[in-house]
Structures are given as structure tokens and as C-alpha cells.
């Protein structure tokens, strides 16, 4: 698995080829993609133990605002586990229902308040996931980025130091390490 793991994400530059019509009835190939990219982030970065309510709290993986995956993580994530914990999905249409969650991926219906949510999320332990123009510069931690059809990876070192997760140099060095502006 590990080794999968480390061939898909060693080609993170991921074409988005199109699919037969009879397969596009769920999310497009890109969002497929990019629910792949969710679940594996979780084997790549690593929480402070008090990212989690206890030693059998589940790995949750968030969804803010409009969900673009339809089933497709439900699916990816049945009965699987990251490091013993049982993976868990939830769907937030408010920020301030958002509990104890490991990976949130931030939806483009979120754009409007992307500054507040993300500050509101300060000094918290979640990987913050979005794929809006920005995101990495307004304190996101990965943006997914499509260019020439392909996806590629934003992530921003130093949000993701001050959410206190360390993520391997594996995924660091197939992504664009940006430093925010400001900073």
C-alpha cells in the first residue's frame, strides 16, 4: 500500500484525462483525483497528539461548504485506517461546526469568507485543503492546482508549522513550497 501510495504521489502532476461518458455520472475525474490526494495526505503529514480527543478518537476528514466528491471519499475511506484510527468523513456547512478534524478540505462555495474560516482555524491542528487562487498566500496549508490539465501541489511550510503538522519531505518535494506573503 505504502509503496501505491508513493507511486501515485511521486506522479503528482496527474493528467486529467477524460472519461468515457458512461463513467461521468459521479464527481469529474479531477475530483476523484483530488479525494485520492485527501486520503493519502493523512500517510504523508504527521499530528501532535492532542490533534485527537483520545488514543480512539477517529481520523476525520472534513468537508466545508459544497462537497465536489459526492461518495467518492465515503467510498475511499470505508474501512480504512490511518495509524490505528478508524477514518472518518464529515460535512460542515458552518466553520463553527467544525469539531476535532484532521484534513478539512475547504470548497470554492467558501470563498467569500475564506479569510475568516482560516483564521478562525488558527492554532489549530487541520491540515487546511482548498483549491482557490490564494489559499496558500491566506494562510491554507495545500492548494490544489490544475495547469495544463494536470494537478499539482501549493503547500505553505510555514502555515503548516504553526498548526504544528509536520509533512514528509516526500510531499514537500513534489509540491511548490511557497512562502506567503507577509511572512
Not at 501515485?8 to 475525474?29: C, D, K, N, T, V
Amino acid at each position: 500500500m505504502m509503496r501505491t501510495v508513493a507511486l501515485a504521489l511521486s506522479g503528482f502532476l496527474i493528467a486529467l484525462a477524460p472519461e468515457p461518458a458512461s463513467a461521468q455520472s459521479g464527481p469529474s475525474r479531477e475530483y476523484q483525483i483530488k479525494a485520492a490526494f485527501l486520503f493519502h495526505f493523512a500517510q504523508f503529514v504527521s499530528w501532535p497528539p492532542d490533534a485527537f480527543s483520545d488514543e480512539r478518537a477517529p481520523f476525520v476528514v472534513g468537508v466545508l461548504g459544497d462537497d465536489p466528491f459526492g461518495e467518492t471519499l465515503d467510498r475511499m475511506v470505508a474501512g480504512e485506517k490511518i495509524a490505528q484510527r478508524e477514518l472518518k468523513i464529515e460535512r460542515y456547512g458552518d466553520p463553527a461546526a467544525i469539531g476535532i478534524c484532521q484534513i478539512l478540505f475547504v470548497s470554492r462555495s467558501e470563498l467569500d469568507r475564506l479569510d475568516s474560516i482560516l483564521e478562525a482555524l488558527a492554532g489549530r491542528h487541520i491540515l487546511t485543503v482548498g483549491e482557490m487562487d490564494g489559499f496558500t498566500d491566506r494562510s491554507g496549508i495545500i492548494r490544489f492546482v490544475v495547469d495544463d490539465d494536470k494537478i499539482q501541489l501549493e503547500i505553505n511550510a510555514v502555515a503548516a508549522t504553526e498548526a504544528k503538522l509536520t509533512i514528509s519531505s516526500k510531499l514537500l518535494r513534489l509540491a511548490q513550497v511557497v512562502q506567503p506573503v507577509g511572512r
